[in-house]
């Protein structure tokens, strides 16, 4: 296990930040640049609407999959690593068949739920196009159990590598199948749900190759030295009560963040939907990104409909689809405004999956914190803990802050050099508003983890039903008002990780011991990322400026396209070069944070710190 060992007396040499979890931290890094080369052209494949619907289905898998798998992992790990450091390998044995049977029901009662009832959640999600993708991910679910079990046994063993290797493997097959596939399909002239459906599949396909080098790693190696031990292992109902026990307070913690995920992305289309219908005011806010004719067309049909004196409300329009022969008029409106919806939310979704690598980069620092500052603790050294968090706050903030202020400078910009099938007027702003969330998230991960390794492990689940239940109450208010619309739902995220963020550092503060200074954590930081932001800002307005003076027609589109691009990795030059001279003139930095990471005592002499 990693740990982080304190100055000797003598001087010794401390031992890396991230110490025996290096293997796990790098494989998690690896999986997460390669999610980010999937859903980046995945995005540009399928567009606006099967980006919406490969998400609404990937929530209902995430939700799913966490119930089944989150805790169970860390138990059979925990279970098997106890039973493994006393010599009792029938122990071992017995608790890594039990917690397979249970990986396999638990998957299996999820199959079922996800692939006769997908209708139903792909309704509840108010995208019906979703539904293929929710049968394709389907049998994902029982893989994953499966390869949730043999993972918990390989950390068990104290081998880290298995898990990472599969986890790569996971990651390639879903990149290499998944594309292909949804490519394929709209060559074929085949419906972005369908595309949306077929770069799923390659998530099944990633879990089920995993799941075969998987088990081959069992067979060849992991069960050999079970045969040699004579012990007596305990009845299955004590170490299945074991495996609950750890397991539950985990996975009802892992659990709250993809629960609130759906929650709310159903809610935000919901409100869409009914203010379309509702308030046909409301589409003048997305003047230049919809063609509302479908729609305009179905509303009046459908309202025409209606008998004399009854509102044409989206109650009313439920309870019609929810008849048993639906009036085609009904259907129609449905169809229309659903599509409407999911070329909204699909903007929203592409700008979110940019949103969402900053805080993937953080699971490198929180897959090495916890067991960092628990060995330091487990060897009462205080002091040591303290300084690991301290610099774990430090090196968070100083990747957190510029990613965050760039985004909110360079959404727009940003999203125009991703992705061509978004509209970069709609998903910008919306990508320069969540932005401002991302600083929060990131710096919430750590401080959880931080919490957490100190045994408060409750605290940062009720610090997140706070925050999720703020999430919900904004977007449920901002999102259904007419001059708001889709633009408010990034505002839910600010308010939620701001909050959350907020009460992590106040119980910080109030029960961890030789707790690290905050304001040096922050403020360097925030005053560097600030100059850099506005170096940023300047350098893609001037460069801008310059590249898009070009000849009328055709060519100028793409010389539009290729100034962009060119004004836009101009200005994130000058802002990492600008950002990382700060950084060292301001010493937000120390030797120490340095000596916690790989070579990092040769970085603080090439820094001259």
């Not at 493997?169 to 490519?183: D, F, N, S």
């Not at 390794?453 to 940062?460: E, Q």
């Amino acid at each position: 296990m990693a740990r982080y060992d304190a100055p000797s007396r003598g001087g010794g040499k401390q031992n890396t930040f991230f110490g025996g979890a290096a293997i796990l931290a790098v494989g998690i890094l690896v999986v997460k640049l390669i999610g980010m080369f999937y859903k980046i052209p995945l995005t540009n494949i399928i567009g606006e609407q099967g980006t919406a619907d490969f998400n609404n289905a990937y929530y209902i898998y995430s939700v799913l999959l966490t119930i089944s798998t989150a805790g169970l992992p860390v138990a059979v790990s925990k279970l098997v690593s106890e039973a493994n450091a006393l010599g009792r390998r029938n122990q071992v044995k017995r608790t890594f068949q039990l917690s397979l049977l249970l990986f396999l029901g638990l998957g299996l009662i999820s199959f079922l739920a996800m692939y006769f009832k997908a209708d139903a959640l792909a309704g509840m999600m108010n995208d019906d196009k979703a539904a293929a993708g929710i049968r394709a991910l389907a049998p994902a679910v029982i893989c994953v159990g499966c390869l949730a079990a043999l993972r918990g046994y390989s950390q068990g063993h104290n081998d880290m590598a298995p898990t990472s290797i599969s986890q790569i493997i996971e990651a390639l097959c879903k990149l290499i199948v998944g594309l292909a596939l949804a490519r394929w399909l709209i060559k074929a002239g085949h419906g972005a749900d369908v595309a949306a459906a077929g770069a799923i599949t390659g998530v099944t396909v990633g879990t089920m190759v995993a799941l075969v080098y998987m088990v081959l790693n069992y067979t060849f190696r992991g069960h050999r030295s079970d045969r040699l031990s004579q012990d007596i292992p305990d009845d299955s109902r004590t170490i299945l009560m074991d495996i609950l026990r750890i397991a539950i307070p985990i996975t009802l913690s892992s659990s709250m963040v993809g629960i609130v995920t759906v929650i709310d992305s159903s809610l935000v289309q919901g409100q869409i939907q009914r203010t379309l219908l509702e308030d046909p005011e409301s589409w003048k806010l997305y003047t230049g990104f919809v063609d509302f004719t479908a729609l305009e067309e179905a509303l009046s049909a459908w309202t025409a409909s209606l008998p004399a004196g009854a509102s044409a409300t989206m109650a009313a329009l439920t309870a019609q689809i929810e008849q048993a022969a639906p009036p085609e008029a009904a259907l129609a409106l449905k169809e229309a405004v659903q599509s409407v919806s999911r070329t909204l939310y699909g903007n929203y979704s592409g700008a979110l999956n940019i949103y969402n690598l900053p805080t993937s980069l953080m699971a490198a620092v929180t897959a090495a914190v916890i067991p960092a500052v628990s060995g330091a603790l487990a060897r009462r050294d205080r002091r040591g803990a303290a300084k690991v968090a301290g610099s774990a706050m430090r090196i968070s903030a100083l990747v957190a802050f510029p990613m965050g202020v760039g985004l909110f400078v360079l959404g727009t910009p940003i999203i125009r050099l991703l992705f061509t099938k978004l509209n970069a007027d709609l998903a910008g702003p919306l990508l320069s508003t969540l932005g401002l969330a991302t600083v929060f998230v990131c710096m919430m991960l750590v401080c959880n983890s931080i919490l957490q390794a100190h045994g408060f492990v409750s605290l940062p689940v009720l610090v997140m039903i706070g925050g999720g239940a703020l999430k919900i109450f904004t977007n449920y208010n901002l999102v259904g008002r007419s001059s708001v619309g889709i633009y408010g739902a990034p505002t839910g995220n600010i308010l939620c990780f701001g909050l959350c963020l907020a009460l992590d550092l106040f119980l910080i503060t109030r029960v961890i011991p030789n707790r690290p200074p905050l304001l040096p954590v922050f403020l360097k930081p925030l005053a560097a990322s600030v100059l850099m932001g506005g170096a940023a800002w300047a350098v893609y307005g001037l460069a801008a400026k310059v590249l898009s003076r070009v000849p009328e027609g055709e060519t100028a589109a793409v010389l539009s396209r290729t100034g962009n691009a060119l004004a836009t990795l101009l200005a994130i030059g000058v802002a990492a070069a600008v950002y990382g001279a700060l950084i060292l003139a301001l010493r937000a930095i120390s030797r120490d944070d340095l000596a916690l990471m790989p070579k990092g005592d040769k970085i603080a002499k090439l820094l001259r710190l």
